[in-house]
């Protein structure tokens, strides 16, 4: 195969990176925007929402797609309605203080890894994707299936911008995101605000990880990749900045595809990282800083 063909392949795969990366960061960029919280507990709702679709398609029986379609809708829910009794248990509490919310999201990882661990062991086990597509290009044949992951990542997020910029939901988290203070005087109840954006941003990663589970399998240990890449995309992007999030998701999940594919893995993950120090020397505000 020549040069075109690879970089094809490669540009392709980016594309799946990016998209469940971008579904994972948006949620990550949400919950700093809104809340100025830094979610360290993030990667592990990414990992919540990877065993849940295992646990639910094994319950579901009949053909597999039923099973994703019921772990693609309640997986969310689930993880989602764990962040939101986190929140309102530990970071209610704290008064989200940023240095004290680090360290408590920091132990709700731990916490989340060994239940994954009691609960569903240390194995990685895979989930059936919904259907056996697979597309024949003039040099290769490509899943169908990882195609799909990339619209239906993109529709989420189209959803997600239509809600946060044209409901009135979207307009008290971004009135409260302005201003707390004064949102709270306009009647707004802030801390039920926080506690739906926690979930929101929880139940992405999850709907990322459900996604790419079929790809990826299950593993209690998943969340650091995507925890990881999820910080170094909000910060080029810039913090709490979502458009920026999805250039930023755009750039590392093709630039990764492209070098794993020609050059290692590692070598990705290590230019990604030292992106973000030039980024963070020269433009420490991020790419899109302060832009929404």
């Known amino acids: 195969m020549e040069f075109g063909p690879f970089l094809l392949l490669a540009l392709m795969e980016g594309m799946v990176m990016s998209a469940v990366l971008a ?16 979610n360290v507990a993030h ?16 319950a579901v029986p009949g053909h597999p797609a039923l099973g994703f379609a019921a772990a693609l809708l309640l997986a969310p829910l689930f993880v989602g309605a764990v962040a939101a009794l986190a929140d309102g248990l530990i970071l209610k509490r704290l008064n989200y203080d940023p240095e004290a919310t680090i360290v408590a999201t920091i132990g ?32 290769f044949g490509y899943s169908g299936y990882k195609i799909a992951v990339v619209i239906a990542a993109a529709l989420i997020l189209i959803g997600i911008w239509l809600f946060m910029t044209r409901s009135r939901a ?3 988290m971004r009135a409260t995101q302005a201003d707390r203070d ?21 139940a992405m990663a999850a709907m990322g990880a459900v996604l790419i589970v079929p790809i990826q399998q299950a593993h209690y240990l998943m969340g650091h990749d995507p925890l990881l890449l999820s910080f170094i995309v909000v910060i080029i992007g810039g913090l709490g900045s979502l458009r920026g999030t999805l250039v930023a998701a755009l750039l590392i999940g093709l630039s990764d595809g492209v070098i794993s594919v020609f050059f290692s893995p590692t070598l990705a993950k290590i230019l990604a990282t030292l992106f973000v120090a030039l980024v963070l020397v020269f433009r420490p505000q991020g790419l899109f800083g302060g832009q929404r």
């Open 23 to 38: 579904l994972t960061a948006v949620g990550l960029s949400l919950v700093f925007g809104v809340m100025r919280v830094v």
């Open 43 to 58: 990667g592990e709702f990414f990992m919540l929402g990877a065993v849940a679709a295992w646990f639910v398609t094994q």
């Open 108 to 139: 709700l990882s731990y916490i989340f890894q060994q239940a994954a661990l009691s609960f569903y062991g240390p194995d990685a086990r895979p989930v059936l994707a919904p259907f056996d597509l697979r597309l024949q290009l003039p040099w």
């Open 170 to 172: 979207g307009l008290v």
């Open 182 to 202: 004064t949102a709270r005087a306009f009647g707004i109840n802030v801390d039920r605000v926080f506690a739906t954006v926690f979930a929101l941003g929880a």
